[in-house]
């Protein structure tokens, strides 16, 4: 089971609920864990027994405890944990960003399915969910054209991302005590713990973190339209505006504290302060992206044409 994605996924996000938990505190049940983490009892007693292996859980008169606090190192690395999805993702992503992708460039999908080592119908299918946004279009021959994106597009972006993101803070602040969503944002913060103290060597690490921040928020819409949306953003505010590199530990490092703001808001369950901090928090994300129009990326041509360098 340790070769599959699923399961290194739910091993990753069971040490970020251990994290806040102190020393000595009793596990859950397997079964609650299941339900926490949306998985079977057989995954979760997979998870439980390498904990245990590599000494973060002990047992003791029948009952495990925790016996240690997990470290980056226990950790598997994020690209062993993405499904086929998240995989295609970070990889496109990574084209666009190495400025390999222009605005007005055919894109075709055999050519990324052995570029990226997945299927054609991954491609197309990632590529689609793109189509209605006008950011990519298809074309009669079978393949992609990609658009750009201007800066006006981006502002129209971030005016719905407002709108979206605070009905799903508000949703989330509904949460019953026992929603799972809120264990699931206990062990982020206690993430983003992590990260500001390890801050100098890891702060390109929190691109992920913040993309998990905002994804969760958005689920909680339970509106299909909201959560398929964010997929949008993720592509133009987590990974374009990394073009940017300009003062980018001391922007994460900000970023960072308005996260843990923002998470303080929604425990509050006060629509005043998640208002607020969600305002706030967005703003910086916009002011971001937008000074990443004039970061192109290395090798990108002088003529390039605007929607590129907009980010």
Request: charge should be positive; include cysteine.
């Amino acid at each position: 089971m340790r070769g599959n994605s699923l399961f290194k996924r739910t091993y990753n996000r069971s040490l970020g609920l251990v994290g806040g938990m102190p020393l000595g505190a009793p596990m859950t049940s397997e079964t609650q864990l299941a339900q926490t983490l949306g998985v079977s009892r057989t995954t979760v007693r997979a998870v439980l027994a390498l904990m245990s292996e590599a000494g973060i859980v002990t047992s003791s008169e029948g009952r495990r405890r925790l016996a240690r606090h997990p470290v980056a190192g226990d950790r598997f690395p994020e690209p062993q944990t993405e499904s086929a999805r998240a995989s295609v993702e970070r990889q496109f992503m990574q084209w666009v960003l190495h400025g390999d992708l222009r605005p007005g460039q055919l894109i075709h999908c055999a050519e990324l399915a052995r570029k990226f080592n997945t299927s054609t119908t991954a491609i197309r299918e990632y590529l689609t969910h793109f189509n209605h946004f006008g950011l990519i279009e298809r074309r009669p021959n079978s393949a992609w054209v990609f658009n750009g994106i201007t800066a006006a597009f981006a502002t129209e972006i971030y005016e719905i991302r407002e709108i979206f993101e605070l009905r799903s803070a508000h949703r989330f602040a509904s949460l019953p005590d026992d929603a799972p969503a809120w264990q699931e944002l206990a062990a982020i913060e206690q993430e983003h713990h992590t990260l500001m103290t390890e801050i100098a060597t890891r702060y390109r690490d929190f691109s992920r973190l913040d993309e998990r921040l905002h994804r969760l928020i958005h689920e909680a819409s339970l509106n299909r339209f909201m959560r398929d949306f964010y997929d949008v953003i993720s592509m133009i505010f987590h990974y374009h505006y990394q073009w940017n590199k300009v003062d980018e530990k001391e922007r994460n490092t900000a970023a960072i504290h308005e996260h843990l703001a923002y998470i303080a808001a929604l425990r509050s369950r006060d629509v005043r302060i998640i208002d607020l901090r969600c305002r706030a928090h967005l703003r910086t994300a916009r002011a971001t992206l937008l000074r990443s129009i004039d970061a192109r990326p290395p090798g990108a041509d002088a003529d390039a044409n605007d929607g590129l360098r907009a980010g």
